[in-house]
């Protein structure tokens, strides 16, 4: 049973942009929320940007102002547009799907219960 499905990413030039999408084949209820994070090679995971279902989203601050998360409520689908993409943004992402509890939860891969099979993002200068 597959849970979380993400399709996007790429290849890019330093300033280009990307969109990653992912779907949830679950039923979202209460305070469930979606998140990205991303691991470049040789680093720990680091979140990127989450939504909770309500609406209400949350970013890292590298990448606040250029990263803009959505959600398709109908379709179950949550949506990472990248814009101003740099070196640094280049990594794997995973789409992540859960319940994390309390605002600052979100931004804690643990929270999440479902994980996307990663997009490899890569930035060239």
């Known amino acids: 049973q597959v849970d979380v499905v993400q399709s996007g990413g790429g290849s890019v030039q330093a300033g280009g942009s990307l969109r990653l999408s992912c779907k949830y084949f679950?039923?979202?209820?209460?305070?469930?929320?979606m998140g990205w994070f991303r691991q470049a090679p040789g680093k720990e995971r680091e979140f990127v940007a989450a939504i909770r279902w309500r609406g209400t989203t949350h970013y890292s601050d590298s990448v606040k102002g250029r990263f803009t998360i959505s959600r398709d409520s109908a379709e179950n689908t949550v949506f990472l547009q990248m814009n101003s993409l740099n070196a640094a943004d280049t990594a794997d992402y995973s789409c992540?799907?859960?319940?994390?509890?309390?605002?600052?939860?979100?931004?804690?891969?643990?929270?999440?219960?479902?994980w996307g099979q990663g997009s490899q993002v890569t930035v060239s200068s």
């Open positions: 679950g039923r979202p209820f209460g305070e469930f929320a």
């Open positions: 992540a799907a859960g319940w994390p509890a309390g605002r600052h939860r979100v931004t804690t891969a643990s929270q999440y219960i479902y």
